[in-house]
């Protein structure tokens, strides 16, 4: 993975917005700027993220299904119930649920289902979320990324860390990222590493 490359998923891993990744620049390389920076200072940044927690997807992580599993893995993760985001330990989860050794040999939809579904039970069961698309939901509310936040919330609510107003649910997503009315699926992923960081303080 070149620098570029391991800096964008970086961001997008440690839910780093625009002015935040600036100002992280700038304290390393003092520009505020990827295309003014040299290789060795892109270099130097991607270690500085690397000390603040960016974990690189590892090597070999493959199969047409792989993606849907390490996106759920994360968000397992950032509900508190997963205690290693390694992919090798994902791989050791759909082992148990498949008996198969890695996603690469995920190549029938219905073993695949195995593992989306039982990583999906488990979050419900020890998260509460809430996977229904039903009509009687708000459209943003019928996202996943969306279904996990609330979650993430209701934990912190039951925490008493939040207020349990859905104002200040919704007061907050704008500010990390959009209204939930704008808020598409890829949208969630800063909101949910965001509550991610609290709810495993309460997990511990």
Same mark, same amino acid.
């Not at 390393?28 to 990827?34: D, Q």
């Given at each position: 993975?070149?620098?570029?490359?391991?800096?964008?998923?970086?961001?997008?891993?440690? =839910?780093?917005?625009?002015?935040?990744?600036?100002?992280?620049?700038?304290?390393?390389?003092?520009?505020?700027?990827?295309?003014?920076?040299?290789? =060795?200072?892109? #270099?130097?940044?991607?270690?500085?993220?690397?000390?603040?927690?960016?974990?690189?997807? #590892?090597? =070999?992580?493959? =199969?047409?299904?792989?993606?849907?599993? *390490?996106?759920?893995?994360?968000?397992?993760? $950032?509900?508190?119930?997963?205690?290693?985001?390694?992919?090798?330990?994902?791989?050791?989860?759909?082992?148990?649920?498949? $008996?198969?050794?890695?996603?690469?040999?995920?190549?029938?939809?219905?073993?695949?289902?195995?593992?989306?579904?039982?990583?999906?039970?488990?979050?419900?069961?020890?998260?509460?979320?809430?996977?229904?698309?039903?009509?009687?939901?708000?459209?943003?509310?019928?996202?996943?990324?969306?279904?996990?936040?609330?979650? *993430?919330?209701?934990?912190?609510?039951?925490?008493?860390?939040?207020?349990?107003?859905?104002?200040?649910?919704? *007061?907050?997503?704008? #500010?990390?990222?959009?209204?939930?009315?704008?808020?598409? #699926?890829?949208?969630?992923?800063?909101?949910? $590493?965001?509550?991610?960081?609290?709810?495993?303080k309460v997990a511990r």
């Amino acid at each position: 993975m070149s620098a570029l490359a391991a800096i964008h998923a970086a961001r997008k891993q440690l =839910g780093l917005d625009d002015d935040a990744a600036r100002d992280l620049y700038a304290v390393v390389t003092g520009k505020r700027s990827l295309r003014e920076m040299t290789a =060795g200072e892109q #270099e130097r940044v991607v270690h500085e993220l690397r000390r603040r927690g960016f974990k690189p997807a #590892e090597k =070999g992580l493959q =199969g047409r299904f792989a993606k849907k599993l *390490q996106a759920l893995w994360i968000d397992a993760w $950032n509900l508190g119930i997963v205690r290693d985001r390694r992919d090798s330990a994902m791989l050791a989860f759909v082992k148990r649920q498949t $008996n198969l050794d890695h996603t690469r040999f995920l190549i029938h939809a219905d073993d695949a289902a195995k593992a989306v579904e039982a990583l999906k039970s488990w979050m419900t069961r020890k998260a509460g979320v809430d996977w229904s698309t039903g009509a009687d939901r708000p459209m943003w509310l019928r996202v996943a990324g969306a279904q996990v936040a609330i979650a *993430q919330w209701q934990i912190l609510v039951a925490a008493g860390l939040v207020p349990p107003s859905i104002m200040e649910f919704r *007061q907050l997503v704008a #500010e990390l990222a959009r209204p939930v009315d704008q808020m598409g #699926e890829r949208d969630w992923q800063p909101v949910m $590493n965001a509550l991610g960081a609290r709810v495993r303080k309460v997990a511990r």
